[in-house]
């Protein structure tokens, strides 16, 4: 029986796409690289080897480093070449003295939460065995290969590996792949994505973000049997234009336990073979993979990529405040004839700085995209609750499964199309079913302290981490209902108009570091960047032509998300609809930055 490589309903990313039809959501967004740059296979990835004398290969955690290994070494017996390879693994520390040395960072017991860690790839590895590997004088072909290869500065060229966020969590669920360092798969997914999150991506985006220039070859991991794979010189030369023009990362689904029917029948391209779908993650950068199109042939880089390159051309004035962090999130909560999120609480500040090592905290909004009549959002505390008998509530319910009476507490608001309701960490919050919401916010995305899960369990039938502690550290009792509906409920003015156009203002809290506006028109509309980059939406119309300064063109249709960097100093939205169209626009606004 062949073991399981992926625990997912989701699709293979397909070997060649197509445009989708106007109107149509294209959940294989793609950057075109015309003129023969794609290659696919093991073939012709041999064919560029065997120039060399030597060659290093270097990659991501979650890589089937054997699977490439035999891949290759078949094509070269088929050239009758004999390739000597050595595993870069043999230099890396046992797997007990990693444990010990990552422990610091991993939070103890805590089912979720971590630290940043502060540790680098060299830690990780033995530097005299390092040393020892030295490249076969008497082999026709030496690889160096493994995770850290780069390590040994062999001078020769480099190939990385690269795999998609998405299909590593994949690998994972199946326990196909370990943690950097580990010899085995954790038991508990939620423990391996903990590991993976606080220490082996930071850890190995630091060395991405080293070699990313000397890259000579990018190889594409997330279809081992025939992978694709383009140039460093092609890579870089790609994501140059994209920064000074647009991109739209791929977005990923995800079925969850109070998730909807929003996505499921209006994304056609998706698996149905799935409950439903909770989440889209329309645009959460350090799970994202930006797609590589050439003659029908595809393949993905991670979206880190960009930014270690251009990130003073994507975020223009806001690049010396985050850096490589993109600092904006788009993403959908879909409870269309699901259930009600969790009531919950995002940490504050100082507190998540402290906590977790991170540099913002997860300050976010409710944009509603679509919704029924019934829909309401949960927001904020009723006028005099008393915050001793809500906690004994909550920690009853969580002992002895006894339900809470939500409404005594929490304050209640009807959700209509097009409503903002700002969520500033610290505000207790969550949305009700029968809601497509937009959720804009800094980037952060998996710090939610959840109060109350309606007594529900995961689709494992698990029940999902309750953070009562944590979250009563962070909750502020003074966003009662009246200030809720003075302050945390955008209120929309007309910045400007002129013939059949408008922009309109979406004030956000003064918490937020960005601000929220919408374009209405009905023919085109002409934007200035400003030197700020412009995260949009299609919230309303069936699709929008993008011009861009340098004459640049793509389509974006109803509910697509994609982004205009700062470097690309004007562009065109033209409506390509009968009706009205809308496009939501969130940016960063220096003046509000806190940190």
Request: with cysteine.
């Amino acid at each position: 029986m062949t073991p399981q490589r992926r625990k997912t309903t989701q699709i293979l990313l397909p070997n060649a796409i197509r445009p989708t039809a106007k109107g149509i959501y294209d959940v294989y967004p793609h950057f075109g690289v015309h003129g023969g740059h794609i290659h696919e296979g093991y073939e012709s990835l041999v064919e560029y080897i065997a120039q060399h004398r030597t060659v290093v290969v270097d990659g991501y955690v979650g890589v089937f480093w054997e699977d490439f290994r035999n891949g290759l070494t078949a094509e070269f017996k088929k050239k009758g070449i004999h390739a000597t390879f050595i595993n870069v693994a043999i230099a890396q520390k046992k797997a007990r003295e990693i444990d010990a040395l990552i422990a610091p960072f991993l939070g103890g017991d805590d089912a979720i939460f971590g630290t940043r860690t502060t540790l680098d790839i060299h830690d990780f590895f033995d530097v005299k065995t390092l040393e020892t590997l030295q490249p076969d004088p008497n082999a026709a072909v030496c690889i160096l290969y493994g995770l850290g290869s780069a390590l040994c500065q062999w001078k020769a060229p480099l190939i990385y590996i690269d795999l998609p966020k998405n299909e590593l969590q994949f690998r994972m669920r199946a326990k196909a792949i370990a943690n950097l360092g580990a010899d085995k798969p954790l038991d508990n997914p939620k423990e391996m994505y903990k590991r993976f999150y606080f220490v082996d991506w930071v850890v190995l985006n630091k060395h991405k973000q080293q070699l990313s220039g000397n890259i000579a070859i990018i190889v594409d991991d997330q279809r081992p049997q025939r992978p694709y794979w383009t140039t460093g010189a092609c890579l870089r030369t790609s994501l140059k234009v994209m920064s000074e023009n647009f991109f739209r990362v791929r977005p990923w689904f995800e079925p969850g336990p109070w998730g909807g029917t929003w996505i499921k029948e209006n994304f056609q391209q998706l698996s149905q073979e799935v409950p439903n779908y909770a989440w889209s993650f329309e645009l959460i950068t350090p799970e994202n993979g930006l797609l590589l199109e050439d003659q029908g042939k595809v393949m993905e880089v991670s979206f880190d990529f960009l930014m270690y390159q251009d990130f003073e051309n994507v975020l223009g004035d806001a690049a010396p405040y985050f850096g490589y962090e993109f600092p904006i999130r788009f993403d959908y909560l879909d409870t269309f004839d699901g259930g009600n999120l969790s009531i919950q609480v995002h940490s504050q500040q100082d507190y998540f700085v402290g906590e977790f090592g991170e540099n913002f905290t997860q300050d976010e909004c409710y944009y509603i995209l679509d919704a029924k009549d019934d829909a309401k959002v949960y927001l904020g505390f009723k006028e005099g609750v008393d915050a001793k008998k809500f906690k004994g509530e909550l920690q009853k319910s969580q002992q002895h499964a006894t339900a809470v009476e939500v409404d005594h507490y929490v304050h209640a608001l009807t959700a209509k199309k097009h409503d903002l309701f700002l969520i500033p960490s610290g505000t207790i919050h969550g949305s009700g079913k029968n809601n497509l919401v937009l959720e804009i916010s800094a980037t952060p995305y998996i710090f939610t302290f959840k109060l109350y899960d309606w007594l529900r369990l995961d689709l494992d039938g698990k029940p999902r981490p309750i953070n009562i502690e944590r979250g009563f550290e962070n909750l502020d009792f003074t966003r009662t209902e009246s200030v809720i509906e003075k302050d945390f409920i955008a209120k929309p003015t007309v910045l400007n108009q002129g013939k059949n156009w408008k922009i309109v203002h979406l004030p956000t809290h003064k918490q937020h570091f960005y601000e929220v506006h919408r374009y209405e028109f009905e023919d085109a509309l002409e934007v200035a960047t400003d030197n700020q980059c412009h995260v949009l939406m299609v919230v309303e119309g069936e699709s929008v032509r993008l011009t861009t300064k340098e004459g640049v063109q793509q389509r974006f249709n109803f509910a697509e998300t994609f982004v205009i960097p700062a470097a690309c100093e004007s562009y065109t939205l033209t409506n390509e609809g009968e009706s009205l169209c809308k496009v939501v626009k969130a940016f960063v606004d220096i003046e509000k930055i806190r940190f």
